[in-house]
């Protein structure tokens, strides 16, 4: 899929939907410098290409009994295609998997879990991690505290000449 050009005020709304989602489009507008209905045909435009694929509450994971985060750096048994599209499929139907990345280094995938607390983290690695497809190993690493999350791209990089 060939990457959407963003000017400057595609990059400024993306800014500011990233600090705020919550935005009406006459107050949107109104900080990247345009009329509503040009703004909100460019949000439109960034919706439709996939740039802004979705708008979502940010929880305090404490707050609602979410208190544990663990890295899992998951092994695989074989690196073929049937085995990692197996084990991805069934990754993504785990609730408290929140993130599953592949990556290279010791462990083939890292997997970011929530649970509210330890004995739930061992139920969960016991009867649902070691068990899905191709596991050969995994590592768990406990988050003690979270320094920075959430955190909006940099969007840098974009800037024109």
């Known amino acids: 899929m060939p990457r959407l ?7 400024r709304i993306l800014e500011a939907l990233q600090r705020d989602a919550r935005l009406t489009n006459v107050e ?10 040009p703004c909100l045909r460019r949000v439109r435009i960034l919706e439709e290409a996939g740039v802004i694929q979705g708008y ?6 404490a707050a609602i009994g979410l208190d544990l985060t663990i890295f899992v750096g ?3 048994a074989r690196h073929d295609e049937e085995g990692n599209q197996a084990f991805q499929a069934a990754a993504r139907q785990v609730p408290e998997v929140v993130s599953c ?9 890292l997997l970011q ?19 899905l497809p191709g596991v050969r190993d995994i590592r768990s690493n406990f988050a003690i505290q ?16």
């Open 5 to 11: 050009k963003l000017d400057a005020i595609d990059r």
């Open 28 to 37: 949107l507008a109104e900080e990247v410098g345009l009329s509503p209905s």
């Open 56 to 61: 979502r509450a940010v929880l305090d994971r």
């Open 74 to 76: 998951v092994q695989v």
């Open 101 to 109: 990345h592949l990556v290279s280094g010791e462990s083939d995938f």
């Open 113 to 131: 879990v929530v649970v509210p607390d330890l004995s739930s983290y061992e139920h969960l690695l016991l009867g649902v991690l070691l068990k």
């Open 146 to 161: 979270t320094v920075k999350a959430h955190a909006a791209l940099p969007l840098g990089h974009l800037a024109g000449p």
